[in-house]
T-cell receptor, first 113, second 112 residues
Framework: DGGITQSPKYLFRKEGQNVTLSCEQNLNHDAMYWYRQDPGQGLRLIYYSQIVNDFQKGDIAEGYSVSREKKESFPLTVTSAQKNPTAFYLC????????????FGQGTRLTVV | GDSVTQMEGPVTLSEEAFLTINCTYTATGYPSLFWYVQYPGEGLQLLLKATKADDKGSNKGFEATYRKETTSFHLEKGSVQVSDSAVYFCALSDKAGNMLTFGGGTRLMVKP
């Protein structure tokens, strides 16, 4: 089945540690995105990538880093510089053309303990 | 920059009631418009979309019409079910299709 897979579903991190969230898609989509969702709130864009080896900062990129070495993969690293990392993280992909929708993964819930 | 404004929730309805969730947007040019639905603990699923003025998107009994003159994309359903309980997000994509801008989401609760 084609789709977008995020792992793990739940992740716990100690303060001061970096952690990497995985996102893989087999939809042959060019564009990939990372969003953060806090309880009762909308989605805020962290980073996006329109093509391999290129990515752009979104609205809340501070304390996060990404890479796009393969078309299928867009991992997100939450660094120790992110002051409030506990949140629900959503990865998405799309064809990247006008009018095309984004497909979302099931999300990763990160908790700092 | 682009922005999307949705009515705040929660919206609580009885089964078979009529649903309207308001959505207005601010954008340069003519963006594409979307409604997504999120069930608890899950990612977002596309519900419907419209790519140009006066287009009507529809799916599973939900409808929304792209109104350029009022910059709106209100979601409607004639008869809601308990299974429609979820959070609904209105979104737009810029002309290049580079990214989605989301509204804050509206929680719908349908009681039997």
């Amino acid at each position: 089945d084609g789709g977008i897979t995020q792992s793990p579903k739940y992740l716990f991190r100690k303060e001061g540690q970096n952690v990497t969230l995985s996102c893989e898609q087999n939809l042959n989509h060019d564009a990939m995105y990372w969003y953060r969702q806090d309880p009762g709130q909308g989605l805020r864009l962290i980073y996006y990538s329109q093509i391999v080896n290129d990515f752009q900062k979104g609205d809340i990129a501070e304390g996060y880093s990404v890479s796009r070495e393969k078309k299928e993969s867009f991992p997100l690293t939450v660094t120790s510089a992110q002051k409030n990392p506990t949140a629900f993280y959503l990865c998405a992909s799309s064809m990247g053309w006008e009018g095309t929708e984004a497909f979302f993964g099931q999300g990763t819930r990160l908790t700092v303990v | 920059g682009d922005s999307v404004t949705q009515m705040e929730g929660p919206v609580t309805l009885s089964e078979e009631a009529f649903l309207t969730i308001n959505c207005t947007y601010t954008a340069t040019g003519y963006p594409s418009l979307f409604w997504y639905v999120q069930y608890p603990g899950e990612g977002l699923q596309l519900l419907l979309k419209a790519t140009k003025a006066d287009d009507k998107g529809s799916n599973k009994g939900f409808e929304a019409t792209y109104r350029k003159e009022t910059t709106s994309f209100h979601l409607e359903k004639g008869s809601v079910q308990v299974s429609d309980s979820a959070v609904y997000f209105c979104a737009l994509s810029d002309k290049a299709g580079n990214m989605l801008t989301f509204g804050g989401g509206t929680r719908l609760m349908v009681k039997p």
